[in-house]
């Protein structure tokens, strides 16, 4: 079916909007792909199916609008390496890189001609991310992104932060990540703050047999800011993936993940929290193919919604032919705290393996009154009995954290969020 | 300590009067229960005087040592001393029960002006009562109530009672779905909070509870009305004969 003229127009505007930087000549090559890509499956719009909760119109528009400048840091960096982006550009000088024989770093700004590695990689976890459904915002990033970074890791790494400051108030940032886990390796990636107003995000993660990766994100707490992220993964045997999201406010959060489970015995846990209040808009987009047999797949999204907030889940557990004694879990639930406030959820099990468990949920409601009294006739104050349950609906996703330490920080956060949004 | 004067209450929802002038008082020190059919009030009249929503006082009083009761809220009801051990124990997941006790504690300790419990102070507090209720780490660790027994449930609430110390303690059908040991167990937890300066009202359908907590009066309920006060004989007289003389007498 040919695609409507307004999809390819908005594709070839996106294409001239943003210029693709000088590159050594694989990564041009793949910009030059992926630009193609773009054009063939056209800029998303509000009637796409994918699309239809989350108008992608806001991302689309020619300037990023302004977003309250907020870098209160999550994550401490202690002995990791970490690598600072002001407004979405890499900043050496503030930037800390430690001795570390387990892994390489390079910036992709400054790429060199002959990492072939990232040059076998970079663009081909997002490509084959594209079907069945396409996911154009992420070909564009790897089109036109020329900043991020390529991270190669043989060893059990030092952790690595991105830490994302902001200094203009209406920035726009693209930002294209490639990691690759050797076989055995191990990286824990930590992101803080939001990088940018707007945010065009991507991360390819290449993750070997026995490898494991740890993921942990906070997109901040600015209200206006608008972010689109994609992460591309794929698993060997017996290697892990673990991801984790925290997001306060925010006018517009696409999350999107495409997980490819390649290897027998591998596991993959995606999570995730986020707390709106308003003119919010989250929107956790998920896919997961199980290609391999004993796999196991996890997804724990949270998501807790007032005054007219609003909360989208589209999650997806794809169980391919073979992919025997594969376990699958899917849960997505949205808290209302108030009759203005929607969730809405679109989960689904495509199952071609005859030996498979698969269990998905998908609810939908608000505080317990039976639970909140209990807690007041105890003497816990209304507003504080709330927040206590808040926290309680919420923890199923933040005890997806390995760290614990980590996992506290962030239920600090949370609970400073709802302090400050009662009544 | 309690007194509660013509209370009358229906449901907010529909227009069901399910007290129609309930009058009792408790001194402080005295253990009462309150015994009758079902539907006749019983836990109807605890929830109102715990403060749940969903009912609607309709005419007179219930205060607590001279403190109108009935335009608090739960929490500063529980400040102001009442205690209701539920007759179905609340499950949280995801709140441990140990931070629930704390919270509790110190959010009572806060209203009324105290100084706050440490985390270390309030430990040793709380494994000093659990231990007597044969509550195990492992139990206060958990999430509130998950997972778990019937008589794990209502050990807990009474270990939250002997945490939270109140003076006015209101036992809802705690008795129900226990074992016999369970049942003793959880009499002597609530014999040892007995004293003078405390009081109980407890709720049950069968006497045998009131073999392990002796009762200073024993009220019976029925159609919302406390329809006949005595002595503990009362309970024993409900075992053999059942409500049918009761309500005929007063019919």
């Given at each position: 079916m040919a695609l409507p003229a307004h999809k390819i127009d908005g594709a070839a505007a996106l294409l001239a909007r943003y210029s693709a930087p000088d590159a050594p000549k694989w990564l041009a090559n793949a910009r030059k792909d992926a630009a193609q890509r773009l054009a063939t499956m056209g800029a998303p719009h509000a009637r796409d199916e994918y699309w239809r909760y989350t108008p992608p119109a806001s991302l689309l528009g020619d300037v990023a609008d302004v977003a309250q400048l907020d870098d209160k840091a999550l994550f401490d960096a202690g002995d990791a390496h970490e690598l600072v982006f002001v407004d979405g550009i890499f900043d050496a000088a503030q930037s800390t890189l430690r001795d570390d024989d387990a892994l390489q770093i390079q910036t992709l700004n400054d790429a060199s001609a002959d990492i072939h590695w990232a040059a076998d990689l970079f663009g081909a976890l997002e490509s084959a991310g594209q079907?069945?459904?396409?996911?154009p915002l992420a070909a564009l990033n790897t089109a036109r992104a020329g900043q991020g970074v390529l991270i190669r890791v043989s060893g059990a790494a030092r952790p690595v932060v991105l830490r994302h400051k902001r200094r203009a108030a209406n920035a726009e940032a693209m930002l294209h990540h490639v990691i690759k886990l050797d076989a055995g390796a191990s990286l824990t990636l930590l992101e803080d703050g939001a990088a940018a107003a707007r945010l065009n995000a991507v991360i390819e993660v290449d993750i070997a047999d026995r490898a494991m990766f740890d993921h942990v994100r906070n997109q901040g707490r600015d209200h206006g800011r608008q972010l689109a992220t994609h992460i591309f993964a794929r698993l060997g045997t017996e290697s892990r993936f673990k991801s984790f999201t925290l997001s306060l406010n925010g006018k517009l959060t696409r999350n999107e993940a495409v997980i490819t489970l390649?290897?027998?015995n591998a596991s993959a846990h995606i999570a995730g929290a986020a707390v709106g209040d308003g003119d919010f808009l989250h929107d956790d987009t998920i896919f997961i193919t199980h290609d391999a047999e004993h796999c196991e797949s996890r997804q724990v999204f949270k998501k807790v919604l007032r005054n007219g907030a609003n909360g989208v889940f589209q999650g997806k557990i794809l169980v391919k032919p073979g992919a025997q004694k594969t376990d699958g879990y899917q849960i997505s639930q949205g808290l209302l705290l108030d009759d203005d406030s929607n969730f809405l959820a679109k989960p689904e099990l495509e199952i071609y393996a005859d030996d498979v468990v698969c269990s998905h949920g998908s609810t939908c409601g608000s505080v317990d009154d039976t639970a909140l009294f209990y807690l007041t006739s105890r003497g816990v104050p209304r507003a504080e009995a709330q927040d206590l349950l808040v926290l309680a609906f919420l923890d199923e996703a933040i005890a997806e954290i390995g760290d614990d330490v980590l996992a506290d920080r962030l239920r600090e956060r949370l609970g400073g969020w709802l302090e400050r949004h009662r009544g | 300590m309690l007194n509660i004067k013509n209370l009358h209450v229906k449901l907010e929802e529909e227009d069901k009067v399910i007290l129609k002038g309930v009058d009792l008082n408790i001194g402080a020190g005295e253990v009462h229960a309150i015994m009758g059919p079902n539907g006749s009030g019983k836990s109807t009249l605890s929830y109102v005087l715990a403060g749940r929503?969903?009912?609607?006082?309709t005419d007179g009083s219930a205060s607590l040592d001279g403190v109108d009761l009935l335009d608090m809220d739960p929490e500063d009801r529980a400040a102001a001393g009442l205690f209701l051990a539920f007759q179905y124990p609340v499950e949280i997941p995801g709140v441990g029960n140990m931070t629930f006790l704390r919270t509790a504690a110190n959010a009572q300790r806060k209203a009324r002006g105290e100084e706050e419990l440490s985390a270390a102070a309030f430990l040793k507090l709380v494994r000093a009562k659990a231990a007597s209720l044969q509550i195990d780490a492992e139990m206060l660790k958990?999430?509130?109530?998950?997972?778990?027994?019937g008589g794990e449930k209502k050990r807990n609430e009474i270990l939250q009672m002997a945490v939270l110390e109140p003076k006015m303690c209101i036992l809802d059908e705690?008795?129900?779905?226990?074992d016999v040991d369970a049942m003793k167990l959880v009499a002597e937890g609530v014999n040892a909070l007995r004293s003078a300066g405390r009081s109980f009202l407890i709720i049950t359908h069968y006497q045998r509870l009131l073999d392990h907590i002796k009762p200073d009066f024993v009220h019976i309920m029925a159609d919302g009305k406390i329809i006949k006060t005595d002595g503990p004989d009362l309970a024993l007289e409900v075992e053999n004969n059942g409500y049918a003389d009761l309500l005929a007498e007063v019919a």
């Open positions: 079907n069945p459904v396409p996911r390649t290897g027998d | 929503d969903g009912y609607e006082v958990r999430p509130v109530n998950v997972g778990f027994s705690t008795d129900s779905g226990l």
